[in-house]
Nanobody, 112 residues
Framework: QVQLVESGGGLVQPGGSLRLSCVASGFTLDYYAIGWYRQAPGKQRELVAVITPGGGSTNYADSVKGRFTISRNNAEKTMYLQMNSLKPEDTAVYYC?????WGQGTQVTVSS
């Protein structure tokens, strides 16, 4: 079965950190860029970060630059999003994407 499964979301206080993971099954992650997206209530889904197949290049939304780090381990078919200095406006459902495949999403809530 081809799927992406995210984990690592939760409730965190402002200034805190979370690490999201996304594991692929049924296919490898070797050949295409991968990305993390998020969707807050009432808003469109937006790209948060993207990383090239070999991991040599990354790009981030301006709102998360310097706070979030995307990485990948192709051998383990896993991608990560390290999120530091979280803000309430980071609250959203976070999704990983590879080619046309999406994960089911994981909720991140930043609140005191």
């Amino acid at each position: 079965q081809v799927q992406l499964v995210e984990s690592g979301g939760g409730l965190v206080q402002p200034g805190g950190s979370l690490r999201l993971s996304c594991v692929a099954s049924g296919f490898t992650l070797d050949y295409y860029a991968i990305g993390w997206y998020r969707q807050a209530p009432g808003k469109q889904r937006e790209l948060v970060a993207v990383i090239t197949p070999g991991g040599g290049s990354t790009n981030y939304a301006d709102s998360v630059k310097g706070r979030f780090t995307i990485s990948r381990n192709n051998a383990e078919k896993t991608m990560y999003l390290q999120m530091n200095s979280l803000k309430p406006e980071d609250t959203a459902v976070y999704y990983c994407k590879y080619q046309n495949y999406w994960g089911q999403g994981t909720q991140v809530t930043v609140s005191s």
